[in-house]
């Protein structure tokens, strides 16, 4: 699962006034904290609503790492994720926009 979270490409940051780009080059993954293997980490999947309140998946205590410019000068940085939610709402079945691909 971290590997589709890997790399990120963010877009660059501007300056409203001059339009002079500020942030550049800028990237974000999300990973486990140190210590926790990604190999071993579980994300906690949900495929009833009724049960814990969404579909989808959740994990917890993880980090975004990344890295970029300001203007010429290379930066990484990490952040802490407390919780992190994927989920998703089921459509009514009869929606002619769901129902092209069914």
């Known amino acids: 699962m971290f590997s589709v ?11 409203p006034e001059d339009e002079a780009t500020i942030l ?3 990237t974000a993954s999300v990973t486990t904290v140190e210590g926790v293997s990604a190999d071993t980490y579980d ?12 579909i ?6 993880l980090r975004i790492i990344g890295s970029g410019k300001v203007q010429d000068t290379e930066f990484t940085y990490e952040v802490p994720v407390e919780k992190m939610r994927l989920s998703c709402d089921l ?5 002619t926009e769901i129902l092209q691909y069914n």
Request: no cysteine; net charge negative.
């Open 5 to 15: 979270f890997s790399n990120l490409e963010v877009a660059d940051v501007e300056a």
């Open 24 to 26: 550049s080059d800028l």
């Open 43 to 54: 994300f906690d999947f949900s495929l009833s609503k009724e049960e814990n309140s969404f």
């Open 56 to 61: 989808g998946m959740e994990g917890k205590n």
């Open 91 to 95: 459509g009514p079945a009869e929606s």
